[in-house]
């Protein structure tokens, strides 16, 4: 039996209004995104006029990326903090995994700064980015090692 994965997804275009609508599971390799409408329409995206795709819990909102579009302080979860810079100067922060089998050649997906918001996930195709900075490693495996305690040779050990 075949699984249905519709999402509820807002895309957010460059120079023309956002379409609300369901997607399933986008294929990164494509050229077109097709966005099944509320109206039971089909859309076809071309992925050069999008700028991202916002998986949202409801569509009653709108564009809420552009409200919270960076983090209030140091995140907390375990990845790789960057600031994605558009080619229209718009800009966002999120985070990405930082494991490289997990980079897409076509679009970067991230959880942005407040996941519990409207925004669960965000997914940015490559041609709509200018730019992308690393802000900071968060969770590195790489830990400091703590220094050895000196001991005074003339002490005397216990538990040895």
Known sequence: MAVSAHKKVLVSRFDREPVQGFVQSPETQQDVLEVLRADGSLLKVP?????????????????????????????????????????????????????????????????????????????????????VEVLGVIGSPLRRRKPEEKVDEGQLRMFE
Not at 115 to 125: A, K, L, S
């Open 47 to 131: 992925v050069s006029e999008t700028k991202a795709i916002c998986f949202v819990r409801d569509f009653e909102d709108g564009e809420t990326w552009k409200k919270h579009r960076q983090f209030s302080a140091r995140p907390k979860m375990g990845g790789l903090w960057v600031r994605l810079k558009f080619r229209d100067g718009d800009w966002l922060e999120g985070i990405v995994p930082n494991n490289l089998l997990h980079l897409e050649a076509a679009g970067f997906g991230l959880v942005p700064p407040d996941p519990t918001f409207q925004n669960q996930r965000i997914w940015v195709p490559r041609p709509a980015l200018e730019g």
